[in-house]
C-alpha cells in the first residue's frame, strides 16, 4: 500500500474540531488568577514578580515589552503583578512610618535639594483673563522656580540648602490657618509653580490723597551698625497704633462710593497675596465682593498680622508637639515676639517734636483725641491707585491700596523730604534649632554684613518680601531695616538694638529676585475668578495649605468669620507687654 501524502492527511482532518490548547478568556483556574496567552507569543518565563518594578528602556526592548503588557496583561497596569498587590495595598495604605528622631542636616548642595520639582511647561493652563498674562520665564518648566525653602532653586539657584539625606527628613504637618468646613464651595486649587509664570506690567500707580503725618528719623541709629559703642537698649513707648482692615476704612468706602476704583485693599494684605509664592505657613484672605467691586480683606485675628521668624529656613523651627523642647523658641512665640518688636521698634527710632513733623494733607484717619489717652504713632496713610487692565479689558480695572510710612529724613544733599518704612529683624539664638544657620550678629554684623543679611535674605524671604512690596507699593525713598537681639538667648522681654541699614525698595527687590509684575498678576487671576462669579453679593476665601505650595479659593457663606469678629476698628498700644 503506497504511503498517503501529506495533503492527504491533512483533508482528513476534521472540519469542525480544532487541535492544541483551547482558546479562553478567563483568567481564573481553580480560583487562582493568571495572566492570558497568546499563541503567537514567545513565551520565554512562566513568570515575572520584578517587570513592574525595573526602570523602562529605551529602543525596541521597550516597544514590545509595553505592546505585550497591554495585549495579555502580563505585567504594568491592570496586569498580573496588579492583581496580587491589590490586597496588599489596600493594608499598606493605612501605616506611615513616624521618625521621633531629631532631623539631621546633611552637607547641601545649593539648589539641588529635596525641594526640586519636576515640572511640565505650563500648556493651556491660565484661564479666563489669565491667558492674556505673559510669562517669566517663557521656555517653561520649573528651570529658575522659586523654591519656598529658601531663596531661588532651579539651575544656578542658590536654594533650600538639600542634600543627600534630605529623603529622610521626616514631613512636617503643620495645621491650616483656617479649617474649610462642609458649607464650603472649592472654585479652584492653584499650585505656585502655575502662579511663579505669570507676568502683569502695571507702572508706578498715582497718589489720590494721604492721611496722618511723620516724625523724623533719629540719624544716630545710622552710626556703625554691629559696633558695641551703637548697641541700645529696645525700649517700649505707649502709642496708639491701628490695623483697620479693608472693609473697615472709611476713606476706603468714601473711594468705593465715588466709583474710583474695582479692587479695594491694604498694603499688608496685598503684599501677603503678591508674595504668596513665597510663603511656607498656611494663610487665608478674605474677598468681598459688592456689585462689581472686590476688597480684599482679612478675618479678626488673621495670622497676616503676625511677623513670622525664619519662615523659609530649610531647618524652621519646630513645633512643641514635633518634639520642640524649647517653647520661647517654638513659632508661635517666635512670631509673637517679632511682632511686638516690630510694633515698638519704629516708634523708638523717630525724634518726637509736635514743632517738627511733617504733616500729611489730611488728619489721621483713625485717631480721636476725645476717646485716646496715648498719643498716637508716627504713621503716615497714603491712598494709592494702580492699573491693572489689559488690553482686551472693555473698561479699565483699577486698584486703590492703602499704604502706611513710618517717618521722613531730610536728604544731606537736597534737603528734601525722603519717605522711610522701618521693619525690624530679630535674632532669637544662633545655636538653636530652627536659626538657619545664622551669623552671630553682635560679632558679624560689623564685620561681615552682607553675609548677614543674605542669610536673612534665605531664612525669612517671604517676609522681606512683603516688606519690600509695601515699601515700592508706598513709593517709599528708603527702607530702613533693624538688627534686634535679646539680651540674652533665653530672655524673650529684654532685647537691644544693634544697628539699622538703609536700603531703596528696588534695589533690595532686585537682589532678592522679587518681580512685582508677578505680583500684580496673581492678584488680577484671583480676582478674575471672583468676578467671573454669577452672585452680585457674596463672600470668597483665600487659603494657603499648610503643607503644599498651592492656594485654594473657596466660595463661603456671607456671615462666615462674622461671629468671631469683634466691634471697634482694631486699635492696639503699641508698647504693651505682650507676655
Not at 248 to 262: F, H, Y
Not at 539 to 547: A, G, Q, R, S
Request: include cysteine; hydrophobic fraction near 30%.
Amino acid at each position: 500500500m503506497a504511503p498517503a501524502s501529506l495533503l492527504d492527511l491533512i483533508e482528513a482532518l476534521p472540519a469542525t474540531d480544532g487541535w492544541g490548547p483551547p482558546t479562553t478568556t478567563d483568567t481564573m483556574l481553580n480560583g487562582v488568577p493568571y495572566a492570558p496567552f497568546s499563541k503567537g507569543d514567545k513565551l520565554g518565563r512562566m513568570a515575572d514578580w520584578t517587570a513592574g518594578d525595573k526602570s523602562d528602556r529605551g529602543g525596541r526592548q521597550q516597544y514590545q515589552q509595553r505592546y505585550r503588557d497591554q495585549i495579555y496583561g502580563a505585567g504594568g497596569p491592570g496586569g498580573l503583578q496588579s492583581i496580587f498587590n491589590v490586597e496588599g495595598q489596600n493594608e499598606e495604605g493605612s501605616f506611615s512610618l513616624v521618625d521621633r528622631s531629631a532631623p539631621t542636616r546633611g552637607r547641601g548642595f545649593g539648589g539641588r535639594g529635596g525641594a526640586f520639582v519636576r515640572g511640565r511647561g505650563q500648556r493651556g493652563q491660565q484661564r479666563g483673563g489669565r491667558a492674556t498674562f505673559t510669562r517669566v520665564d517663557g521656555r517653561g518648566g520649573q528651570r529658575g522656580g522659586y523654591d519656598p525653602r529658601g531663596g531661588r532653586g532651579g539651575r544656578g539657584g542658590r536654594g533650600g540648602r538639600g542634600g543627600w539625606r534630605d529623603y529622610d527628613k521626616p514631613q512636617r504637618n503643620r495645621e491650616a490657618s483656617v479649617q474649610p468646613k462642609d458649607s464650603w464651595r472649592m472654585l479652584e486649587e492653584i499650585d505656585f509653580n502655575r502662579l511663579s509664570k505669570l507676568n502683569l506690567d502695571t507702572g508706578e500707580g498715582e497718589d489720590l490723597d494721604d492721611y496722618g503725618f511723620l516724625h523724623y528719623y533719629d540719624r544716630a541709629f545710622d552710626k556703625q551698625p554691629g559696633a558695641a559703642t551703637s548697641v541700645k537698649k529696645l525700649t517700649n513707648l505707649d502709642r496708639a497704633a491701628y490695623n483697620v482692615t479693608t472693609s473697615a476704612d472709611p476713606v476706603i468706602q468714601e473711594l468705593a462710593e465715588k466709583d474710583e476704583a474695582t479692587i479695594f485693599a491694604t498694603d499688608n494684605i496685598l503684599s501677603m497675596l503678591m508674595c504668596a509664592p513665597r510663603s511656607v505657613y498656611s494663610w487665608d484672605i478674605v474677598m468681598l465682593k459688592q456689585g462689581n467691586k472686590v476688597f480684599i480683606d482679612k478675618r479678626e485675628g488673621s495670622s497676616l498680622d503676625m511677623v513670622t521668624v525664619n519662615e523659609n529656613a530649610a531647618d524652621a523651627p519646630l513645633e512643641i508637639s514635633e518634639g520642640n523642647k524649647d517653647q520661647i523658641n517654638s513659632p508661635g512665640a517666635l512670631k509673637e515676639e517679632a511682632t511686638h518688636i516690630n510694633n515698638v521698634f519704629p516708634t523708638q527710632v523717630v525724634i518726637e517734636s509736635d514743632s517738627n513733623k511733617l504733616d500729611m494733607s489730611n488728619e489721621h484717619p483713625f485717631y480721636n483725641a476725645a476717646e485716646e489717652t496715648d498719643p498716637p504713632a508716627s504713621k503716615a496713610y497714603k491712598y494709592r491707585r494702580f492699573d491693572l487692565s489689559l488690553e482686551a479689558d472693555e473698561n479699565p480695572l483699577y486698584l486703590i491700596v492703602r499704604t502706611e510710612l513710618d517717618a521722613v529724613v531730610k536728604n544731606n544733599i537736597s534737603g528734601e523730604d525722603q519717605f522711610l518704612t522701618i521693619k525690624a529683624l530679630n535674632e532669637f539664638d544662633n545655636k538653636a534649632q530652627g536659626s538657619g544657620g545664622a551669623l552671630d550678629w553682635r560679632t558679624k554684623l560689623a564685620s561681615q554684613r552682607g553675609a548677614v543679611v543674605a542669610t536673612e535674605m534665605k531664612n525669612n524671604s517671604c517676609k522681606l518680601a512683603r516688606w519690600t512690596t509695601q515699601s515700592i507699593l508706598a513709593k517709599a525713598d528708603q527702607m530702613k531695616l533693624g538688627f534686634i537681639s535679646r539680651l540674652t538667648p533665653k530672655n524673650t522681654s529684654d532685647h537691644v538694638v544693634l544697628g539699622v541699614l538703609g536700603y531703596k525698595p528696588r534695589e533690595f527687590a532686585t537682589q532678592m529676585n522679587l518681580n512685582l509684575n508677578n505680583g500684580w498678576a496673581i492678584v488680577r487671576t484671583f480676582v478674575d475668578m471672583v468676578l467671573r462669579e454669577k452672585e452680585e453679593d457674596a463672600k470668597y476665601v483665600l487659603v494657603k495649605d499648610p503643607n503644599k505650595p498651592t492656594i485654594r479659593l473657596y466660595q463661603v457663606p456671607r456671615d462666615t468669620f462674622e461671629e468671631e469678629e469683634d466691634e471697634g476698628v482694631g486699635m492696639s498700644v503699641v508698647g504693651e507687654d505682650e507676655e
